[in-house]
């Protein structure tokens, strides 16, 4: 049963959304300006232990300094689904200095002036501190949302099809990865060119906060961290002064069933997931509690069908953009409550004609406004301005 779920699209979207690198050795290449990539292993981080920045509510970073020292190290954890402890690392050496002894992780100088990212979400957060004009190749640039110069920007395909010859010509000094369950297919070739390049995990974090906190280790990578800095911090608060005026409004708790299925599996996050916290945060709850692992689970079609009609709202449900797309394309859930109260929201109200979603894009910089469009949907007597990201279904 393939009830209107875009896979491709969806996999375009995690793929917009995925350096381990060649070691140093001596100074002269430091001086010269060489690019240094690392190999799969961990860098050693010995002297560089003193925190710079460290995250509040994202756990996939840290920036580290040492004294006496310029030069910073990002070190990012768990890359990827099941990914080691220190998965990636990238030291940003300033005035000539030299990473530390044994280190294995990707070298750059001073800042990266020119970035090439396999995840739309990657541009986002470069946008964030105003410094996307440095992006000069991406993954999908028609799906592009982030109002940037697309003539400027290489299209580098994704990840399991890479133009490595577009990659090359785009001249990056410092390629942003991501993983899924294991290292970018991308890696071993791209430390076989030789281009300095670390992993963004932006997208395996759970807290709302934790993902837009990612524009912190970008900004530091473009030599910007105090406006990184200042761009993150007001956003805690305006995010929980929305979540503070649910919980005193005391308000009933409806339910919410998420997604779409394809073929025969309806796939549905974890109850501890970026949706799922959204989705409570929101004064609602989220209907599906069988999930406590850290990534989504197929359910069958009798589960979903009965999650479904006990919800009493449905959002995120793919590519319909009507309610009567979606019940031509799942008839069997015409029934379930949510449809016929006319209770369903998707997503894709910023989406563009290419078929791009700013939902994975400039959402991720702002789960304030997220979660207002979903206060909006619960509980619409609390919110008075319009939708940024969803939609009714009509």
Not at 137 to 155: E, F, M, N, Q
Not at 252 to 275: I, K
Not at 361 to 375: F, G, K, Q
Request: aromatic share 10%.
């Amino acid at each position: 049963m393939d009830c209107g779920f875009d896979l491709s699209a969806n996999l375009h979207y995690l793929c917009i959304m995925h350096k381990t690198l060649l070691i140093l050795t001596g100074t002269l290449c430091i001086l010269a300006g060489c690019r240094g990539n690392r190999s799969g292993e961990s860098g050693q981080t010995d002297g560089f232990d003193q925190p710079i920045y460290s995250p509040r509510y994202a756990s996939g970073f840290e920036i580290l300094g040492a004294p006496g020292r310029a030069s910073s190290l990002i070190v990012v954890r768990n890359s990827w689904q099941g990914a080691d402890s220190i998965s990636s690392s990238l030291f940003i050496s300033r005035d000539g200095e030299l990473p530390p002894d044994g280190f294995q992780g990707a070298v750059i100088h001073d800042e990266a002036r020119r970035i090439a990212v396999m995840s739309s979400s990657h541009i986002a957060l470069l946008h964030a501190i105003g410094e996307s004009d440095r992006v000069v190749g991406a993954s999908g640039v028609k799906y592009l949302s982030t109002p940037v110069d697309r003539k400027s920007i290489v299209d580098i395909g994704y990840e399991g099809n890479i133009n490595y010859e577009a990659l090359i010509g785009a001249d990056p000094d410092l390629v942003l990865l991501y993983g899924i369950y294991g290292a970018s297919p991308a890696e071993p070739k791209i430390r076989e060119l030789g281009i300095p390049y670390i992993y963004i995990g932006d997208y395996l974090e759970e807290s709302p906060l934790g993902k837009a906190e990612w524009i912190v280790p970008l900004a530091e990578i473009a030599g910007r961290r105090q406006k990184g800095i200042d761009t993150f911090s007001p956003i805690p608060e305006r995010y929980n002064t929305l979540r503070d005026s649910v919980t005193r409004a005391s308000l009933p708790v409806p339910s919410v069933m998420l997604n779409t299925p394809y073929a025969d599996s309806w796939f549905m996050p974890p109850t501890n997931s970026y949706m799922a916290r959204l989705i409570t945060d929101a004064g609602a709850e989220y209907i599906y509690k069988d999930n406590d692992t850290g990534s989504s689970l197929p359910i069958d079609m009798e589960t979903a069908y009965i999650l479904t009609s006990r919800a009493d709202f449905w959002i995120n449900i793919g590519s319909p953009e009507t309610l009567s797309q979606l019940r031509a394309a799942c008839p069997k859930f015409a029934d379930t409550r949510p449809v016929t109260s006319g209770q369903v929201y998707n997503n894709t109200l910023r989406s563009n004609s290419a078929g791009g979603n700013d939902f994975y894009e400039s959402a991720i910089v702002n789960p304030d406004l997220i979660l207002r469009d979903l206060i909006k949907i619960f509980h619409p007597d609390l919110i008075n301005d319009g939708f940024v990201y969803y939609k009714r279904l009509l």
